[in-house]
């Protein structure tokens, strides 16, 4: 039997139409707009202005905070302006526009294909070398990795686990990096270790993808303390706390951390970023974006500048589908519904989903029958048939009770519901509001 | 190019809904309606089908003239309750109290309580409870199988093998002397015994408990908990005293036990929500059917028993939470 983590999950149709389309280097786009906050927490300063010029590698914005990261310039070219542009939230919010001229690269960059395995950095070399380079959580979530490498005082990682699930549908850029860059990839994964100064590490892969499981199993020998962990396809398996569960069976407690059960978590594409910062001297100034759909002529995968509109991507990948009636910023279970095709790629777009008109449309709500299958399928073991009417009828203290700061919002619950019912959505304002009535508490106190 | 749909996440859904687990249900319910038809021949087809055409006639009348709503009868939830009904009911039974327990299942069972996934009781229950109550004759004659095959009010009548060994057993009779007087275990499995439309053909219910499991449309939780439960008990009494008990095997196969196990206290809107709650719930289903078949004045009590626990079942999901993640305390570091 595989391993899994041990509560609820579901089995959404895997469509990862993409899977074996190498990656492609997309070309350098006229224009980038780059966002100051696509991380989590403060957005970066903008150190340019209008007029300036500045190459690629250049720090353009400066991180405003420990939780915060740095913003390097994707291209060459002269500031436009730093303006206000609609990001994938959907809100206008503040962003550097470059005009590209040419590609010019800041020199110390080593942009050879060369494999640097020597490790020569001490561990807090590494830490702030990650922390310069801008590296946040490439899985999607854009935490600052750098502050995931430096446990609070009294908290010790023993093992590092390092997230190749992909259990979103559809989407392929891990698989891909895992297949084509997996030296590079063990290489990052001992810088991690290093910097984090454990002697295990367990790569977790589901066995929908069993190439990338035989390749970094067969990568992996060479290395003293990593080990591939296959594990049963079940969403929400990349998940931190599912992960950990899965791969270790360790259960980090309700509102605690990873580091709480000794472990740390990192997504292939940071450990790959990782690398390249150490060893290379790159800052994150691209990624591989999975460009996908049922009706999209070419699924692709793209090493894309940040800052590149979703239009050249989809472009790249054979055009907007007629039938297109949602386009999604991250894969289908967790990803963002795009308000344009001229939102920009940020650190944490992992893919580009096009979505055809009659699957774009939510189905029509019914009553809840009580069947019980939210419960069965919610990961945290929380009831989301009683959360949902809770949120609706603003009972803020019963929320709080029934755990509901718990919920990792992967959707399953909504994903299942008979009744189509949008229980995911009410559990987020049950969220938003039992957090910041918590925060007000704490504030008083 | 289309308008673009924003909302929020996910942007995908099974495909599940509430057609595809109340047809899920009906069908699962066929091989019992075949067996039903195969012992009793046309009383079954009668019962069955003016207790299934009732019941969504009086749902569809109450939503759309007293409601004045649309009437969803396409959902399949009053097909479920009818044919649930009649399964619960002898196949001479006489078509106007059909017609009244349809009635008080839809209208007080169920649509009182504001419709689908709102009823605390099963409705199907509590529409056959209520014509125990007013009707105990009519409603505890019982057509013998196969024998009764051609006709329907007047067919033959004799007696379940349950009120045999509990009249026997309350004489004092030795439980091996009456075992004599029943049909042989393989043959109550297969149905051939005096019951209810649905209830007696243990095979054919077990093939639509399988089809449910499959298609998930419920967990073995509950009818573990009930078969599971029952089997305990009895199994003890039995054992205590072999003579004055009837052992598991006999409890199991007959009367309501599999029909009620399977698919009327797995009602969604009457059974708990939490596995952990659902085992109680199946286990105090279990013990009361028990406790009214060997103490009580009925030779059969799994619809009390079933109702008994859907009234418990708030005060279960209140107390009774799903196991929740990090419960298990986290593994020591070495």
Known sequence: MLKTFSLGGVHPAENKRSANSPIEVLPVPPVVSIPLAQHIGAPAQALVKKGDEVKVGQVIAQSAGFVSANIHSPVSGKVAKVDQVVDASGYRKAAIIINTEGDEWVEDIDRSAILVKEITASPEAIVKKIGEAGIVGLGGATFPAHVKLSPPPGKTCDVLIINGVECEPYLTSDHRLMLEKGEELLVGIRLLMTALNVKEAIIGIENNKPDAIAHMEKLASEYEGIRVQPLKVQYPQGGEKQLIDACMGRQVPSGKLPIEVGAVVHNVGTAYAVYEAVQKNKPLIERIVTVTGLSLARPANFLTRIGTPISALIEAAGGLPDDTGKIIGGGPMMGKALTSTEIPVTKGTSGVLLMPQPLASRKPVDPCIRCAKCVSVCPMGLSPYLLMPLAERAIWDRAEEENVMDCIECGSCSFTCPSSRPLLDYIRLGKAKVGQIMRSRTAKA | ?334
């Open chain 2, 1 to 334: 190019m289309n308008k673009l749909i924003v909302s929020p996440s996910p942007h995908v859904h099974s495909g599940d809904s509430v057609q595809k687990n109340m047809y899920g249900v009906l069908l699962a319910l066929v091989p019992a309606l075949a067996a039903s038809v195969w012992f009793f021949g046309l009383g079954a087809l009668i019962v069955t089908l003016t207790s299934v055409l009732a019941c969504v006639l009086f749902e569809h009348l109450i939503q759309k003239y007293l409601l004045k709503k649309q009437s969803t009868i396409m959902d399949g939830s009053a097909a479920v309750t009818g044919l649930l009904l009649a399964f619960n009911l002898p196949t001479n039974i006489p078509l106007g109290l059909i017609i009244i327990g349809a009635a008080i299942a839809i209208g007080m069972g169920k649509m009182s309580f504001g419709g689908l996934g709102q009823n605390p009781f099963n409705p199907a229950l509590v529409g056959r409870v209520f014509l125990l109550i007013s009707f105990p004759v009519q409603m505890t004659s019982w057509p013998v199988p196969i024998a009764a095959r051609g006709a329907y009010i007047d067919a033959v009548t004799g007696p379940t093998p349950l009120s045999v060994v509990k009249e026997g057993l309350s004489a004092g009779r030795p439980f091996s002397e009456l075992t004599a007087e029943i049909p042989s275990y393989l043959n109550l499995f297969m149905g051939q015994m005096g019951g209810s439309a649905g209830e007696v053909a243990g095979v054919a219910l077990l093939l639509g408990l399988l089809y449910m499991l499959i298609k998930k449309i419920v967990t073995w939780h509950i009818p573990v908990a009930v078969v599971g439960s029952i089997a305990v008990f009895t199994g003890v009494l039995h054992l205590s005293d072999p003579q004055a008990y009837a052992g598991p095997l006999f409890h199991l196969l007959t009367g309501g036990v599999l029909l009620g196990a399977f698919f009327m206290a797995t009602d969604y809107a009457s059974s708990p929500m939490s596995k952990r709650g659902m085992l109680l719930y199946g286990a105090g289903i279990g013990i009361i059917t028990v406790l009214i078949r060997i103490y009580g004045s009925y030779p059969e009590g799994v619809s009390f028993a079933i109702l008994i626990m859907n009234a418990f079942t708030p005060l279960i999901d209140k107390y009774i939470k799903p196991k929740r993640f990090g419960e298990k305390p986290a593994v020591q570091k070495a």
